[in-house]
């Protein structure tokens, strides 16, 4: 149903649509947005470019007459809004979760090394809820943010002036998931869940564990797993054959232990 509010205004009809050209549920998740604008702009945006799924708003600011204004015909997306306390509580009603930022990592700082928005067209065969995540209009996403994110995009813009507005960021990553969802693509077998994925990774860093690395090198070998795993979008196949394999060499390092 239409907010109230939003009917006041007189100036936009309710026009949302969900794409069925495409397999994937995309949803967004907006942590901490402080503008009302800003949370009415992005959901107008979600229903522009077919983006069915929830509107996720972490610890949000009141949304007042000016979010339903800019939402315009999306209001029923600001009305059927999930808004949770923290983003890990976010992050457990989605499958996947990408996050966006300015700030581009170089070889060193794993956590930050992005994709392209023309990247995205991967994510297009995900079974599950994929969600795009905003930061703060502020100050972004903190680093821990992004590294429980499962990967990373950020748009190219000016040297000069890197910042988007948030609103106009999503509207540029939405933009980029319809386009391609209107192309032909092939379809793949079943994409691992995120439950598959942190067995994955439990696995791995068990492994590195038992090599006896060094602490800080283990949390960059971990965060390098998890990235290559994200941005590989592997299968439910892959990832049991590749679990299988970590625990077999578990298994032999275990006991190559115990010989010495």
């Keep these: 149903m239409i907010h109230e509010r939003a009917r006041a205004w007189g100036i936009c009809s309710q026009y949302l649509y969900v794409n069925h050209r495409c397999n994937t549920m995309f949803a967004c998740i907006m942590v901490e947005p402080k503008t009302p604008g800003n949370i009415g702009a992005v959901a107008r945006s979600m229903a522009n470019f077919d983006i069915s799924g929830p509107l996720i708003l972490v610890n949000p600011i009141y949304l007042n007459d000016e979010a339903y204004m800019l939402a315009c015909g999306a209001s029923a997306i600001l009305d059927d809004a999930t808004i949770v306390p923290t983003y890990d509580d976010a992050l457990s009603l989605v499958d996947y979760a990408i996050a966006t930022s300015r700030e581009a990592g170089h070889a060193y700082n794993v956590r930050r090394i992005p994709l392209h928005p023309d990247d995205l067209s991967r994510a297009l065969d995900l079974d599950g809820t994929v969600a795009i995540v905003l930061g703060r209009e502020d100050s972004g996403l903190t680093n821990e943010e992004v590294e429980r994110s499962d990967m990373l995009v950020t ?52 492994i590195v564990h038992m090599i006896d690395h060094r602490p800080y090198r283990h949390r960059t070998s971990s965060l390098i797993f998890r990235r290559v795993v994200s941005r590989s979008f592997i299968t439910s196949r892959e990832a049991y054959t590749l679990k299988g394999v970590l625990r077999k060499t578990a298994r032999r390092l275990k006991g190559s232990a115990q010989d010495i």
Excluded: W
Aim: proline share 6%; glycine share 4%; with cysteine.
């Design 155 to 206: 748009i190219p813009a000016s040297g000069a002036y890197p910042t988007l507005n948030v609103a106009h960021a999503a509207t540029i990553i939405f933009y980029e998931l319809f386009k391609a969802c209107g192309r032909p693509h092939a379809r793949r077998e079943q994409a691992a869940s995120r439950e598959e994925r942190e067995m994955l990774y439990e696995d791995f860093d068990n």
